[in-house]
């Protein structure tokens, strides 16, 4: 049985540190170092120097994408509570809003750096696998991002007030956190294959990563019963990996299209 300790992991001089902050933390610069140490292994270890340069401002930019999305697919609550739009410290970042975001922002950065955004592209949704896989902890100490209810040996404990009222009555749910970080690191392993075997052809990790993880997330999506926003009972995370599918399979075309001719 899962239960999760609290959400907060210390108090400085009264200021609570929350465990969902030091997770994303270390999630995002595992992340950052995983892109960095395979461009300079597969590619250029001289330019590999440029991804420290950017990254402060690529991870700024990442998580304003992440907060504005996540606020976006729930503005129900944020269009009455505009000042809570700037409170993350407990919550609330979106992987859709980073990836679209971030891509924009390597595609921004490849150009002023003289870099190929492709290599980039694969180097850092690689980064992004194992990222996630870290990060869906922050979850589990925010008692959120839960399943339906079950007795199952690896089930969550959810604290009453957590609940949600139709579930009011039950005590254990399915910890679709910890389905979706096991999914995660085992496509980050499955993507360092891939790299390794394709490295000749960027952009094939990058749209395997997109293909997959789409994949993994409408499977957790299933489960979930906390979802953001439905729409005629879709919910919206399910919908845009199936736009994020369907761009996969256009890009992994274009890529292997072009490097065989």
């Not at 994303?24 to 250029?44: H, T, V």
């Not at 950017?54 to 944020?78: D, E, K, M, T, W």
Request: aromatic fraction near 20%; glycine fraction near 6%; include cysteine.
């Amino acid at each position: 049985m899962f239960q999760s300790p609290g959400d907060i992991a210390f108090s400085i001089f009264g200021f609570p540190v929350y465990f969902y902050g030091i997770t994303m933390a270390l999630s995002i610069f595992s992340g950052i170092y995983i892109a960095y140490f395979l461009y300079k292994r597969i590619y250029d270890e001289v330019l590999a120097e440029k991804i420290i340069d950017f990254s402060p401002y690529l991870i700024v930019l990442g998580i304003l994408g992440a907060r504005l999305y996540y606020c976006v697919v729930n503005y129900s609550y944020y269009i009455n509570h505009p000042l809570e739009i700037f409170n993350i410290r407990q919550g609330g970042l979106s992987i859709h809003g980073m990836i679209i975001v971030g891509v924009l922002a390597l595609f921004y950065f490849a150009k002023k750096y003289k870099m190929t955004f492709l290599k980039l592209f694969d180097v850092f949704m690689c980064g992004t696998a194992f990222a996630q896989s870290i990060g869906r902890w922050g979850n589990f100490f925010n008692s959120e991002a839960f399943g339906y209810p079950t007795n199952l040996p690896w089930k969550l404990f959810i604290p009453i007030d957590k609940r949600p009222l139709q579930f009011m009555d039950s005590q254990y749910f399915h910890p679709t956190f910890l389905y979706e970080s096991i999914l995660d690191f085992i496509l980050f392993i499955f993507l360092l294959l891939i790299l390794k075997k394709y490295s000749n052809k960027p952009g094939i990790t990058a749209s395997v990563y997109l293909f997959m993880y789409s994949f993994v997330r409408i499977f957790v999506e299933q489960i979930r019963i906390d979802s953001a926003l439905n729409i005629d009972g879709i919910p919206i995370a399910q919908l845009v990996s199936i736009v994020l599918i369907f761009i996969s399979i256009i890009l992994f075309g274009f890529v292997w299209s072009r490097s065989n001719n």
